[in-house]
């Protein structure tokens, strides 16, 4: 049995949240939520409420789980819908300017 949890449509580079994403990928739920809070990125608040999020779905479908067993399986972030916007260039052209988003998808599971 695995807890899911989304956050979609952040206001956050894909490729900032990634970096953060990497450091909790296998790791106990509860030393990941206290890794996320003393990790000093913008990231880490989102990945922190999703985990959370994922661990109370568990509990929520598994109410007999160990909350010491539950264990981060998947963490991955896709790129969600892009903000365009523009900005004046020179010679009287425009450049873009890319707001971009993100979906995190997180799935924790009980350790075997």
């Given at each position: 049995?695995?807890?899911?949890?989304?956050e979609k449509h952040l206001r956050i580079s894909p490729?900032?949240?990634r970096q953060v994403a990497e450091l909790i990928r296998g790791k106990k739920a509860d030393e990941a939520i206290h890794l996320l809070r003393f990790t000093q990125k913008g990231a880490s608040?989102?990945?922190?409420k999703a985990i959370a999020s994922a661990v109370a779905n568990l509990m929520y479908l598994k109410p007999e789980t160990d909350?010491?067993?539950i264990i981060v399986k998947t963490v991955f972030v896709d790129g969600g819908p892009t903000l365009k916007r523009g900005r004046a260039a020179s010679m009287?052209?425009?450049s873009m300017i890319r707001k971009r988003t993100?979906?995190?998808t997180v799935m924790v599971g009980v350790k075997e």
């Open positions: 049995m695995q807890g899911k949890a989304l490729r900032k949240v608040s989102h990945l922190e909350k010491e067993n009287g052209r425009r993100s979906h995190i």
